[in-house]
């Protein structure tokens, strides 16, 4: 259709709305995806005038319905357990762990207390008399703590671990027994008398003093009761168990304490033993057979001579254990003692932890500050009580926070002119999103999603500087609405431009957090989940709630009140701008000055498509300024922002032009525009910024490499703190883990005995697996069990041999006799159970060293009711428990002859210390062997996997880094699929996610630089990155891509309309984020704070530099162009005529024009606006109406011009 007007250059981030926009589409022919845009914008634009019509009711109804979803913060819960926070879901260790806990139940079977003692001195030995005395100090006053609680009185003889306690008939044994059982103390006490000061029990014979273990010597002790009671089989278990003169035959650290037993080696001499000597090799408990401390768990920083002789050593460690809280509630209830307190599981576990936290505090202070010496200790409640410290939210810093948001906030939109003053709007904003974050959180603890360190320490941080993002990008938006914009549209138009920025990147924001949810471990997938929900809780505050704010403002600007203290009426209300028509004729125009005079023709025009009436006003009239070109004909243009040609003003009928000061007209806006654009899109200053950033992305590449996996616990504990001082001491010296290989049903143990020893043999041969002293048989079970079964047929055949047991009787044999002669009838038929011709045709152990299956599990149930200390030892935790049977050599019943069988087990496992774990890679080494031991096994039909802290925590780095390269390229191609899908521009598209891209690679190699390791934590910053990268991209992309003309002219004007907002956004995230550098938690300061302070510093060097240099060279062809420049209605503007500024008329207009003239003066500052002079060479149209009176007067809404 020929006269139709031409397209005017769009502003940044805006197309016309669909009924203004699609004649011009079917006149021009332009692309498709202009349709759906306008259609987008259009649906934005009916949004935003909807919500300007009822704002007091979006407004009450959003903030009543965050506010209600904020309540939902009552009910979060904060998880602190780590396993739940770091076990991978779903993976082989968590099915593993799974299974161990339906076995055995939830908790472990001890609980570690620990005391390191250091030098204060670096280096300097420890193994002398004195180290061992503070050492002794700390240690017994750590052992003497009490605490009541209950109306009762806890010492460590009442909670501590006791292994393998006997059942014994006789009560009075028994009893004193109970009382004189000595707790599981590790320390290298237990090599010297003084061990025994730690065992706090006693027990009380008539006639004798009170006895201890200080005092008790077995062996003594058995001769002296022996006529009054028989202890022949309690006597054999203690030879068996080889507890000798238990601590009172040890050597005396100082002999000379009056206390020193006479039967100690030195107590004659009153010589100091030698404490390595003594100490090499380690040291045992009550029992040399089943309690030894390897020296490994005792000594750390040892150092040896040639011949493998203990010199020095640089520190020590005693650990105590206790009993879990289930096994302290089994263990005192029904006891007399607590049947008046409601004796509860949780009371036992408060008592454990009070216990606790005494032990830690008064072991270090056991030693005064001028010791030599340092103790360093630690429980596991201490490292409860850091993780439920790292997760609680710090009040202060989120209000710190918060402030200083509101002050940025007020301060940035804060104006001299009430009319454009926002600085209310600011600090509605803030407390908007601060709001939605609330209602975020508390949405995602409604659906039942536990916080933990990361959701309270940074979300809150984080959530608040994206969402300021937009808040900041609205509010600019809406001061600079194009003029002639009705009242009741300027929502409307607001939401239009910038809408497509905010739903895109938000949508890419939700995107980034959900593909972070990939990471399999539990801690960082709720945080994504919970980010996703905070993002999008925030998107629809800015694109709902917040509008009703700008709207409730418009009206206070409308009516000239007073920025904040809208109340008042603002002293610039009676001034008045007056714009006369005037005639320019030949004269000279003053400086900085053009008074021009417009035409302007109407068009109205029916729309075929849906038979709308639309008028569109096309200027014929051009503006020509000064030939002064800063960066070429192509950069400048009367178009672009409308403040700068109606911002300055004119005073009625006067000539001369009233200037503002500089320092009040420059804003980040002013800067973009002629400064920054003007340099930056410069030739020499482009190859300088692909230099820079070629050379930066190059030396990210190399810092990738220097990127290590892992995430100690030391990382994670605060920096100058005592738990931080043990950690760092127990790492360096005492890098031991217990772990376990645990056996599962699904396999007949009898028939695979030699296929577990072959298991436990590959298992022992792993380079990190610490092996037992040559003179100690190996920990497991399995052996234990054998060993037993033949140290009781050597009884029998002695017994066999002498005579003293027969085939018809026992009752003249030991002990350990007729145990064998009555495993050995047994046939494992329930028919016929017993078969007395076995006795001499069979052998409880064959000659391969195997137990005959028919005895296997009749010979378990024996074995467990009469080794408890083997069995302790062990540490078997067999399932389903064989069953109780006592053995008493003088029942000749049939009864006590039948010996019920164990069931088949379904879980057993062998204990195994791992040592030189020092670095992820170790871990990594180990858990591979591991793993591999446990497939050769799997194909001899044992079904195994190995258990403990390094297979829970340190597995997920098999597997890490693949998982983060897979959802990093899945959300780079979900962020293209996206941005495409949006922008309608594949082209724009791939250059947006090879900025992200590039950011995400330079973050991940200055990780590297700074020390950084990367754990599930970092990674979940490096997906995010992806998304929250989009806040510093998309809205200069999409200013380029809706801009007419050439690409360094669309770079600069996407540059000058996205330059402040951007910037803003960006310290906003940075005063966010600039609360978690206060955090006691270094880790948070590294980890959190670093890592997205670098990432915010490269999203806006990407985002404001490198990408507008990209879109200048490498930049889509715009989508608007102009369709009328070979029409004959329009002719080219004429050529400046001495200089001086004219506007130019078309001299025939068609019929359906109507002419309307105009006139105005408005100040022209030099350097001349961008886009303005056209160089006859170029290609590109050669006017742009953009911020013409004359454009600015084009209608928006259906109907017949009015004027």
Not at 273 to 286: K, T
Not at 979 to 990: I, K, M, Q, R, S
Not at 1073 to 1100: E, K, Q
Request: glycine content about 8%; proline content about 7%; aromatic content about 8%.
């Amino acid at each position: 259709m020929t006269g139709s007007p031409p397209l005017r250059e769009l502003s940044p981030s805006y197309t016309p709305p669909a009924r203004t926009a699609a004649p011009q589409i079917l006149a021009g022919s332009l692309k498709a995806p202009l349709w759906l845009r306008a259609y987008f914008q259009g649906l934005l634009f009916s949004l935003g005038c909807g919500i300007q019509r009822h704002c007091g009711k979006v407004l009450f109804l959003g903030l009543l319905a965050f506010g209600a979803l904020a309540l939902g913060l009552r009910v979060a819960i904060i998880e602190t357990n780590l396993e739940q926070l770091w076990v991978e879901v779903g993976s082989r260790v968590s099915q593993e762990l799974h299974y161990t806990k339906e076995k055995l139940g939830e908790e472990a079977a001890y609980t570690s207390q620990m005391l390191i003692q250091t030098s204060r001195q670096e280096g300097e030995n420890i193994l002398t008399p004195e180290a061992l005395g503070f050492h002794l100090q700390a240690a017994l006053t750590a052992s003497k703590v009490q605490v009541s609680l209950y109306g009762k009185s806890w010492d460590l003889n009442k909670i501590c671990y006791k292994s393998g306690v006997p059942l014994i008939e006789n009560g009075m044994i028994e009893r004193m027994i109970e009382k004189l059982f000595p707790c599981v103390i590790l320390t290298p006490l237990d090599c010297f008398w003084e061990g025994a000061k730690l065992q706090g029990g006693s027990a009380y014979l008539p006639g004798r003093p009170d006895i201890q273990w200080t005092n008790l010597d077995p062996e003594q002790l058995l001769e002296e009761l022996g006529p009054f009671a028989s202890l022949e089989g309690f006597r054999e278990l203690l030879d068996k168990a080889q507890v000798g003169q238990a601590y009172v035959g040890r050597p005396c650290l100082h002999p000379d304490d009056l206390h020193c037993p006479p039967s100690a080696p030195n107590h004659h001499s009153r010589q100091a033993p030698n404490v390595a000597d003594e100490l090499s090799g380690g040291c045992h408990g009550f029992s040399h057979k089943f309690m030894h401390w390897q020296e490994e768990l005792l000594l750390g920083g040892t150092a040896r001579n040639s011949q493998g002789q203990l010199l020095r050593a640089e520190a020590l460690q005693s650990t105590f254990l206790l009993m879990s809280p289930r096994q302290l509630y089994e263990h005192f209830r029904g006891d007399y003692q607590t049947h008046d307190i409601g004796w509860s599981e949780e009371q036992a576990g408060t008592v454990l932890q009070a216990w606790q936290r005494r032990f830690v505090q008064l072991a270090q202070e056991a030693l005064p500050e001028n010791a030599s010496q340092q103790i360093h200790a630690f429980s596991s409640t201490t490292l409860d009580d850091i993780l439920r410290a790292f997760s609680e939210v710090s009040a202060a810093r989120v209000v710190g926070g918060y402030l200083l948001m509101l002050a940025y906030a007020c301060v940035t939109m804060l104006r001299w002119d009430c009319a454009r003053s926002q600085g209310a709007v600011g600090l509605a904003g803030v407390l908007l999103v601060a709001l939605a974050v609330a209602s975020g959180l508390g949405l995602c603890a409604l659906l039942g999603i536990t916080f933990n360190a990361a959701t309270t320490q940074v979300l809150p941080f984080l959530a608040l500087g994206i969402g300021v993002d937009h808040i900041f990008l609205l509010a600019h938006a809406f001061t600079e609405a194009l003029p002639g914009t009705r009242l009741q549209d300027r929502m409307g138009e607001c939401l239009q431009r910038t809408g497509t920025s905010v739903v895109l990147t938000s949508i890419n924001n939700m995107a980034a957090f959900l593909m972070a949810a990939l990471v399999p471990i539990p801690a960082l997938r709720a945080f994504s989940l919970q980010a996703a929900i905070v993002v999008g809780c925030t998107f629809v505050a800015v694109m709902v709630v917040f509008p009703a704010i700008l709207s409730l403002d418009l009206r206070r600007r409308h009516c000239q009140r007073l920025d904040v203290l809208c109340c008042f009426s603002s002293p610039c209300s009676a001034r008045v701008i007056q714009i006369l028509p005037q005639e320019l004729g030949d004269r000279t125009v003053p400086v900085g000055i053009a008074h021009l005079t417009a035409t302007v023709q109407a068009f109205t025009h029916c729309e075929a498509s849906n038979q709308h009436v639309v008028t569109i006003l096309p200027p014929q009239a051009h503006l020509v300024p000064p030939p002064s070109d800063q960066l070429g004909s192509e950069l400048f243009s009367p178009g672009g922002s409308t403040r700068d040609l109606l911002g300055q003003e004119e005073e009625p009928r006067q000539k001369a032009a009233c200037r503002s000061l500089p320092c009040a007209r420059w804003n980040l806006t002013h800067f973009a525009r002629y400064q920054f654009a003007p340099l930056l899109l410069q030739s020499q200053a482009k190859a300088i910024v692909l230099v820079l950033f070629g050379t930066l992305l190059g030396l990210s590449l190399y810092g990738a490499t220097l990127v290590q996996d892992g995430l100690a616990l030391t990382d994670v504990v605060p920096q100058g703190t005592k738990e931080h001082a043990f950690l760092s001491a127990q790492l360096r010296y005492f890098s031991l883990y217990e772990v376990a290989l645990v056996t599962q049903g699904g396999f007949d143990y009898a028939h695979s005995q030699r296929a577990l020893f072959d298991l436990h043999q590959r298992f022992s041969s792993l380079k990190a697996v610490l092996p037992p002293p040559a003179t100690q048989a190996p920990r497991t079970w399995l052996h234990y069990y054998r060993n037993w079964l033949q140290g009781i047929q050597a009884a029998f055949d002695r017994d066999w041999a002498s005579g003293r047991i027969t085939c018809h009787s026992y009752r003249n044999g030991s002990e350990d006799g007729a145990l064998a002669y009555k495993l050995l009838i047994q046939t494992g038929d329930s028919q016929e159970p017993l078969d007395f011709s076995q006795l001499t045709t069979r052998k409880l152990v064959d000659r391969e060293g195997l137990i005959p299956p028919e005895l296997f599990y009749v010979g378990l149930t024996v074995w467990v009711s009469s080794d408890p200390l083997g069995l302790a030892a062990s540490q078997a935790n067999f399932y389903p428990p064989p069953p109780e049977w006592l053995h008493d050599k003088y029942d000749t019943t049939g009864e006590n002859l039948r010996i019920p069988p164990a069931q088949p087990l379904e879980f057993a496992q062998f204990p195994f210390l791992l040592r030189g774990l020092q670095k992820t890679a170790d871990f990594v080494e180990a858990i591979k062997g591991a793993r591999a031991a446990c497939a050769e096994a799997g194909q001899a039909g044992v079904h195994a996997y190995p258990s403990g802290s390094p297979f829970l925590f340190w597995e997920q780095y098999l597997g890490l880094r693949r998982c983060f390269l897979l959802a990093v390229c899945i959300l780079l191609v979900c962020t293209f699929l996206v941005c495409a899908l949006l922008l309608l521009n594949p082209w724009t598209a791939g250059l947006i996610v090879l900025v992200l891209a590039m950011m995400t690679v330079e973050l991940f190699g200055i990780m590297g630089f700074l020390g950084i390791k990367l754990s599930a934590i970092p990674v979940v910053i490096l997906v995010a990155s992806v998304g929250i990268g989009i806040e510093f991209t998309v809205h200069v992309a999409l200013g380029f891509l809706t801009t007419q003309g050439s690409r360094n002219l669309r770079a600069a004007r996407a540059l000058e309309h996205t330059f402040a907002p951007v910037t803003d956004g960006a310290i906003s995230t940075l005063l966010g984020l600039l609360m978690l550098a206060g955090s006691n938690f270094d880790f948070i300061v590294r980890y959190f704070f670093m890592v997205l302070t670098v990432l915010t510093l490269l999203g806006l060097l990407h985002g404001l530099v490198l990408l507008p240099v990209l879109l200048s060279i490498l930049g889509p062809p715009p989508e608007v162009i102009q369709m009328y420049k070979e029409s004959p209605e329009v002719l080219s503007p004429p050529a400046p005529q001495g200089g001086r500024l004219r506007w130019g008329a078309s001299p025939s207009l068609p019929q359906s024009f109507a002419r309307v003239t105009t006139s105005m003066t408005v100040a022209i500052h030099p350097p001349p606006l961008p886009g303005a002079y056209i160089h006859p060479a170029s290609d590109e149209p050669p006017w742009s109406p953009a911020a013409t009176s004359s454009g600015n007067l084009s209608s928006r809404a259906p109907g017949p011009a009015t004027g």
